[in-house]
């Protein structure tokens, strides 16, 4: 089974900063991580897939990078509407697919 | 609208049954693996389930299998998951979660339902 870990578990910003969010793999997943955000009460919500592909309707803010075991999700300058956890996933190698424990990102 | 809408969650004792539904609307389900999604109260989300789109191949988590049963109704587009001998650890909110292509099994999820909210619990 691929581990996925997230750092940090908590991030806490003000509007405009930059958010780097990181998601380490057990195992190489060559490009195959997406990142979902999930706000409370909601379902998850597909932002980037293989790695830095946005997903339809993602604002321009979020973008995806990395390779191999080691992955950042940035959102470039942040807006109250992003406080979420954000998740990582990985399907390169499944059973079972796996995601990460998230990142909680507050805005200040 | 493309969406999809779960439901048939809700208590059941431990030992128990349930089936969780969940209707597709704006396009076919049966062309997309279509995959069910839980999370426990405060926890990661946790893979459970998922189908293929063409040759409805299931594959499950270890943690469901031989309990859970996971197939489409392609007629009435909906997918199903057939819970029984239901353990307190299974409590969760069960998302039903389409996959972004269709035709193969490149699992990552586009379309995601509200999600309908099992309690296994005396």
């Known amino acids: 089974e691929i581990v996925l870990t997230q750092s940090p578990g908590t991030l806490s910003l003000s509007p405009g900063e930059r958010a780097t969010l990181s998601c380490r793999a057990s195992?190489?997943?060559?490009?195959?991580l997406a990142w979902y955000q999930q706000k409370p009460g909601q379902a998850p919500r597909l932002l980037i897939y293989?790695?830095?592909n946005r997903a339809a309707g993602v604002p321009a803010r979020f973008s995806g990078s990395g390779s191999g075991t080691d992955f950042t999700l940035t959102i470039s300058s942040l807006e109250p509407e992003d406080s979420a956890v954000y998740y990582c996933?990985?399907?390169?190698?499944?059973?079972?697919?796996?995601f990460g424990g998230g990142t909680k990102v507050e805005i200040k | 609208d493309v969406q999809v809408v779960e439901s048939g969650g809700g208590l059941v004792q431990p030992g128990g049954s349930l089936r969780l539904s969940c209707a597709a609307s704006?396009?076919?389900?049966?062309?997309?693996?279509m995959t069910w999604v839980r999370q426990a109260p405060g926890k990661r989300l946790e893979w459970v389930s998922t189908?293929?789109?063409?040759?409805?191949?299931?594959y499950y988590a270890d943690s469901v299998k031989g309990r859970f049963t996971i197939y489409r109704d392609s007629s009435k587009n909906t997918l199903f998951a057939e819970m029984s001998s239901l353990r307190a650890e299974d409590t969760a909110v069960y998302y039903c979660?389409?996959?972004?292509?269709?035709?193969?099994?490149?699992?990552?999820?586009?379309?995601w339902g509200q999600g309908t909210l099992v309690t296994v619990s005396s």
């Open positions: 979660a389409k996959s972004l292509t269709p035709n193969n099994l490149d699992l990552h999820f586009d379309l």
């Open positions: 704006g396009f076919t389900c049966s062309n997309y693996a």
């Open positions: 189908i293929s789109g063409s040759a409805d191949t299931a």
């Open positions: 195992q190489n997943v060559r490009i195959y």
């Open positions: 293989d790695a830095s």
């Open positions: 996933q990985q399907r390169l190698t499944w059973p079972p697919l796996t």
